[in-house]
């Protein structure tokens, strides 16, 4: 296939360049040549064909499959088949080389394969009509930053990888770290489920781990190739895309602060069972023999914050309202300036024996 489009400032040697010197044991000949070859590879990648078509289904009915059957296994597997990242990788290269027609072609082979994957999901999941999902999907309905800083990461060591063949070997990591395919499946069964939030969410995931991976793939080839340096400051192209991926900070930023306060919450709750533990078994408060605590939970939209402590007790009159009072005062001691109320359910525990003992008549 013949490319018709003017050669690039890239395939022409080193001296016709402004601003161009050769690296170190590489003259501008033997990098135009690199360069030129980089070019229709990553050429290849961004169009749309039989293999795209049938490796974009393939992953998406085997990712949508592994969601309802809440399989990590399966939908893993599903990420290793997926070529999405493919025609992500030539964006990346053909905006930093400035070509438009270049960059669209490969966007469109990227949407229509996000097109078939999604047509995939909302069939399955309409045949299926399951109401209620698993893990594996809820999973992918509440990004955050994290998922941005892994995104970027991957783009940029997926470019490496492609610039570097010895370093090939990472792709399948790569395509695992960061999937493209899961989330638009979710995107499918949420949509086929009636489900508009999650499909939002998890909408969002994929313009996150899109956008993330074309970001760090661009910084990374402006990085390591010296013919692309500075350009992506200069590409407008290159600035939308930067552009776009900080505004994903603002709602994955409300979604990183929910995280962490449920992540700290978690930790208080860990705190507190040990402390109300360490009551029951050292402090003020016996319970009896053969008690045990079940259960703790805590209302932290209380006002003061209630631990409600679940208890199974041998003697029923246990605790007394001044032994809980007692353990109050030791959990709010030791949280300071926390203030806890704390509040104890008790259920007896019956012990029962055989009727008739065992023990021998002759030993009595």
Same mark, same amino acid.
């Given at each position: 296939?013949?490319?018709?489009?003017?050669?690039?400032?890239?395939?022409?040697?080193?001296?016709?360049?402004?601003?161009?010197?050769?690296?170190?044991?590489?003259?501008?000949?033997?990098?135009?040549?690199?360069?030129?070859?980089?070019?229709?590879?990553?050429?290849?990648?961004?169009?749309?064909?039989?293999?795209?078509?049938?490796?974009?289904?393939?992953?998406?009915?085997?990712?949508?499959?592994?969601?309802?059957?809440?399989?990590?296994?399966?939908?893993?597997?599903?990420?290793?088949?997926?070529?999405?990242?493919?025609?992500?990788?030539?964006?990346?290269?053909?905006?930093? &080389? %400035?070509? +438009?027609?270049?960059?669209?072609?490969? !966007?469109?082979? /990227?949407? $229509?394969?996000?097109? @078939?994957? #999604?047509?995939?999901?909302?069939?399955?999941?309409?045949?299926?009509?399951?109401?209620?999902?698993?893990?594996?999907?809820?999973?992918?309905?509440?990004?955050?930053?994290?998922?941005?800083?892994?995104?970027?990461?991957?783009?940029?060591?997926?470019?490496?990888?492609?610039?570097?063949?010895?370093?090939?070997?990472?792709?399948?990591?790569?395509?695992?770290?960061?999937a493209l395919v899961p989330p638009m499946c979710v995107v499918g069964l949420s949509l086929a489920a009636g489900l508009w939030h999650q499909a939002g969410g998890a909408l969002l995931l994929f313009l996150t781990n899109l956008l993330g991976i074309l970001s760090g793939a661009m910084v990374a080839l402006s990085l390591l190739?010296?013919?692309? &340096? %500075?350009? +992506?400051?200069?590409?407008?192209?290159? !600035?939308?895309? /930067?552009? $776009?991926?900080?505004? @994903?900070? #603002?709602?994955?930023?409300?979604?990183?602060?929910?995280?962490?306060?449920?992540?700290?919450?978690?930790?208080?709750?860990?705190?507190?069972?040990?402390?109300?533990?360490?009551?029951?078994?050292?402090?003020?408060?016996?319970?009896?023999?053969?008690?045990?605590?079940?259960?703790?939970?805590?209302?932290?939209?209380?006002?003061?914050?209630?631990?409600?402590?679940?208890?199974?007790?041998?003697?029923?009159?246990?605790?007394?309202?001044?032994?809980?009072?007692?353990?109050?005062?030791?959990?709010?001691?030791?949280?300071?300036?926390?203030?806890?109320?704390?509040?104890?359910?008790?259920?007896?525990?019956?012990?029962?024996?055989?009727?008739?003992?065992?023990?021998?008549? %002759?030993?009595?």
């Amino acid at each position: 296939m013949v490319d018709p489009s003017p050669p690039d400032a890239d395939a022409r040697p080193a001296g016709t360049r402004r601003g161009v010197t050769p690296e170190p044991g590489e003259n501008g000949k033997d990098r135009s040549r690199r360069l030129e070859a980089l070019r229709r590879e990553f050429e290849r990648d961004a169009r749309f064909g039989s293999v795209f078509v049938v490796l974009s289904l393939g992953a998406a009915l085997i990712a949508t499959l592994g969601l309802l059957a809440n399989s990590a296994a399966v939908v893993i597997g599903a990420m290793v088949v997926a070529p999405w990242i493919l025609p992500l990788e030539a964006m990346a290269f053909e905006v930093l &080389r %400035g070509h +438009l027609p270049s960059v669209l072609r490969a !966007l469109r082979t /990227l949407l $229509l394969g996000v097109a @078939l994957g #999604v047509l995939v999901s909302v069939g399955v999941g309409w045949l299926v009509g399951m109401p209620t999902f698993g893990e594996e999907v809820m999973a992918r309905t509440r990004p955050n930053l994290l998922d941005l800083a892994v995104a970027l990461a991957a783009g940029g060591v997926a470019m490496f990888a492609k610039l570097r063949k010895e370093a090939i070997s990472a792709l399948a990591g790569l395509a695992i770290a960061v999937a493209l395919v899961p989330p638009m499946c979710v995107v499918g069964l949420s949509l086929a489920a009636g489900l508009w939030h999650q499909a939002g969410g998890a909408l969002l995931l994929f313009l996150t781990n899109l956008l993330g991976i074309l970001s760090g793939a661009m910084v990374a080839l402006s990085l390591l190739e010296r013919p692309f &340096r %500075g350009r +992506l400051l200069r590409s407008r192209l290159g !600035l939308t895309s /930067l552009t $776009l991926t900080a505004l @994903l900070v #603002v709602p994955l930023g409300g979604s990183f602060l929910n995280l962490l306060a449920t992540s700290r919450h978690q930790a208080q709750e860990k705190r507190i069972e040990e402390l109300v533990r360490q009551s029951l078994r050292n402090e003020t408060l016996t319970l009896g023999r053969d008690s045990r605590l079940e259960d703790l939970a805590i209302q932290w939209d209380s006002d003061p914050p209630l631990i409600t402590a679940r208890a199974a007790v041998s003697d029923p009159d246990l605790p007394t309202p001044a032994q809980v009072a007692a353990v109050q005062r030791f959990i709010n001691r030791r949280l300071e300036p926390l203030r806890f109320q704390l509040v104890v359910q008790r259920s007896a525990i019956e012990v029962v024996g055989p009727e008739e003992s065992l023990t021998p008549a %002759g030993d009595r």
